[in-house]
């Protein structure tokens, strides 16, 4: 899975000097101020990590059981790992499930206004048709569209490359979290899954606030 920072500012570093302004009396008596301004823009700096991870897995027995992981991992930067910590060998079944707690950190000048993206990256099939992808903000709440309908609490195979909804504003020295969650439905279309593959992206969009607060 890619994660993806997109880190705009709205202005380069600026150097200005304004010097010789002159002013006298018939050029007998002159004076001479210099006046330096210097403007230098400010920094996007986002950190992205995962605080939590939760997923169930087949024990000796054949049994669903859940694991658990508090380890803060970096996403910040472009990695091989994925969110979820899935490898070519990790395999899902019906009412199993991957979640993960996601921490968005503003280490930065600037405050932000950031958006989560769920893209499906490959067609649709009868697995994506029965994974329930949902996200929640850090008070368990659903994030919904401006008619306040939840708009990740959806089936995988419904979120195409455009699914985006921005999610929240993040102030200097601010932090915000997010829940991520993939589950398998138990359903008569089970079997219909069975051997399929398909992948999806995950990506957090940080952009810098560019309109005076009112």
């Known amino acids: 899975m890619r994660k993806k920072r997109?880190?705009?500012?709205?202005c380069a570093v600026?150097?200005?000097?304004?010097?010789?302004?002159?002013?006298?009396?018939?050029?007998?008596?002159?004076e001479q101020?210099?006046?330096?301004?210097?403007?230098?823009a400010g920094t996007l700096d986002v950190t992205l990590e995962r605080t939590a991870l939760e997923y169930t897995k087949l024990d000796d027995s054949g049994r669903l059981v859940v694991i658990s992981n508090s380890d803060v991992v970096d996403f910040t930067n472009l990695t091989?790992?994925?969110?979820?910590g899935l490898t070519g060998e990790t395999k899902l079944v019906p009412g199993g499930y991957f979640q993960a707690t996601m921490r968005l950190t503003n280490n930065g000048d600037v405050a932000f206004d950031y958006s989560v993206q769920v893209k499906l990256k490959t067609e649709s099939n009868a697995f994506a048709e029965q994974l329930q992808v949902s996200v929640v903000d850090g008070e368990g709440n659903p994030i919904v569209d401006a008619n306040g309908v939840p708009v990740f609490d959806k089936k995988l195979?419904?979120?195409?490359?455009?699914?985006?909804?921005d999610t929240g504003t993040m102030l200097k020295a601010g932090a915000d979290t997010?829940?991520?969650?993939?589950?398998?439905?138990?359903?008569?279309?089970?079997?219909?899954?069975?051997?399929?593959?398909?992948?999806?992206?995950?990506?957090v969009t940080a952009t810098q606030q560019t309109s005076p607060a009112q």
């Open 157 to 165: 195979s419904e979120l195409g490359t455009a699914q985006s909804i």
């Open 33 to 40: 101020v210099v006046t330096n301004h210097h403007l230098k």
């Open 14 to 30: 600026i150097l200005l000097c304004l010097c010789m302004i002159v002013g006298g009396t018939y050029a007998l008596l002159t």
């Open 178 to 203: 997010f829940t991520v969650r993939v589950a398998f439905l138990d359903s008569d279309e089970n079997n219909d899954a069975q051997g399929l593959e398909t992948k999806f992206d995950l990506v």
């Open 6 to 10: 997109v880190l705009l500012l709205s």
């Open 80 to 84: 091989t790992e994925n969110i979820f």
